[in-house]
Each structure stands twice: as structure tokens, then as C-alpha cells.
């Protein structure tokens, strides 16, 4: 008999110091609110791609962690900001956390050029599908004339001899 309480007490001590793994959810529906926006500076600076993350949350959708899988650092960190606001809707019940991948897809495209459209994939209820378009921009002024004085060498010295008789003058008076 008391070799039997021994056994249920030691099972019982070591079920407690387990862990299970996160569990993967279905993700019921993506929030309308929850749009994902394509980062200013990476645009800016043309990164797109491909960013894979697996985000984990709880029952009531509250995002707990995003961790960046692959894709570029630029929009990977730009996706876990977004996602870490986000209120994200499952159909899971119970206490534990649940996980799901995200793929999350940013494209560039000209101002000029029609959005391309998009393929579509079968429904995973545990993968999350994002996408984010962004237009690219020019950083510059193209209507905008740039002077260069001292494009040449007869322009430098001609400079130079104006500042010498300017100065030369000035003094005199």
C-alpha cells in the first residue's frame, strides 16, 4: 500500500514540473481591423520578400510573442511590431497558448504599373496569409536643378580670382 502512494506521489510530483508544447490553432478570422502595412523605410530603401513567422497568443487572442523565422531583419521586425497589437481570433478553447505560422508577404511595384495580382493558396486553418503592397517612391527632387559651381577647373579659378579683386576692393575703400 504503501508503495502504491509512493508511485502516485512521484507522478504526480513529476506531471507538475512537465511542459507540453504550444499547441497549433486554427485562426477562425482574420481581424478587419488588423491590416498589415508596409514599413515607410523599407520602402524607402526597395526591401521586399518573403518574411515566415510563428506567432503564439492565447485563447482570447492576445498575442504573446512573434518569432521571426526568415525574410528580411527589416520587415520581419516591422511584422512583430504589427502583430504584437493585434487581437488575433481563434476558435481554441481552454487555458494553454496556442501557435500559428504567419506568412506574411511584402511586393513592391511602380506608381504606373496595375497591382499585380496575387495566387491564390488552400485554406490552412493553422497558416496565417498576409500581404502588404507598397508603391515605390523616388527620394529625390527629379524637377529640381542642381548647380555645381566647381564642376570644372576654369570655373574654380574663376571663383577664386572674383573673391581675390572682391576682397581686394573691399579693403580699399
Not at 482574420?30 to 524607402?44: K, Q, T, V, W
Not at 487572442?61 to 525574410?71: F, L, T
Not at 488552400?122 to 500581404?131: F, M, T
Amino acid at each position: 500500500m504503501r508503495r502504491c502512494l509512493y508511485i502516485l506521489l512521484g507522478i504526480g510530483l513529476s506531471a507538475f514540473h512537465c511542459n507540453a508544447d504550444t499547441r497549433w490553432c486554427s485562426i477562425a478570422v482574420g481581424g478587419s481591423s488588423e491590416a498589415l502595412i508596409y514599413p515607410p523605410i523599407a520602402r524607402a530603401a526597395r526591401v521586399y520578400g518573403v518574411v515566415l513567422s510563428r506567432v503564439t497568443y492565447s485563447t482570447t487572442g492576445e498575442v504573446v510573442r512573434v518569432e521571426a523565422i526568415s525574410g528580411p531583419p527589416m520587415l520581419s521586425n516591422s511584422l512583430g511590431e504589427q502583430m504584437g497589437k493585434w487581437s488575433i481570433k481563434t476558435d481554441a478553447t481552454g487555458e494553454g497558448l496556442c501557435q500559428s505560422l504567419v506568412i506574411a508577404d511584402f511586393r513592391l511595384h511602380d506608381s504606373s504599373d496595375p497591382v499585380p495580382s496575387r495566387p491564390t493558396f488552400p485554406a490552412i486553418p493553422s497558416i496565417l496569409r498576409l500581404s502588404a503592397d507598397g508603391e515605390t517612391f523616388c527620394l529625390c527632387d527629379p524637377s529640381a536643378e542642381i548647380r555645381t559651381y566647381w564642376k570644372t577647373p576654369f570655373l574654380r579659378f574663376d571663383n577664386a580670382i572674383k573673391r581675390r579683386f572682391a576682397r581686394l576692393f573691399r579693403h580699399s575703400n
